[in-house]
Nanobody, 117 residues
């Protein structure tokens, strides 16, 4: 069973940077597609960025050019480097793993990111 633990959230001023980390347990990290999602108050959870096992990345239009997703298969960790943060980026950020059955999809507990204006 995969477990995910996020860290790195916090309070930052607009224009600042943060790096989120998500550490996975288990032995199948290298074959999993990993993603970051976020949910702002009163809004639905939305995709931020994903990275496949082959390191192909995909970004939401709202974060292209500002956020970078990467992975370290040795450390079983996926990162989200966030730059030029805006108040609209304020949300709880969740890490998600996608793996073949029986592991399936797993979510982390989330980490709060707050961007002040």
């Amino acid at each position: 069973q995969v477990q995910l633990v996020e860290s790195g959230g916090g309070l930052v001023q607009a224009g600042g940077s943060l790096r989120l980390s998500c550490v996975a347990s288990g032995s199948i990290f290298s074959i999993m597609t990993m993603g970051w999602y976020r949910q702002a108050p009163g809004k639905q959870r939305e995709l931020v960025a994903t990275i496949t096992s082959g390191a192909t990345t995909n970004y939401a239009d709202s974060v292209k050019g500002r956020f970078t997703i990467s992975r370290d298969n040795v450390k079983k960790t996926v990162y989200l480097q966030m730059r030029s943060l805006k108040p609209d980026d304020t949300a709880v950020y969740y890490c998600k793993s996608q793996a073949p059955p029986p592991s399936g999809n797993t979510w982390g507990q989330g980490t709060q990111v707050t961007v002040s204006s």
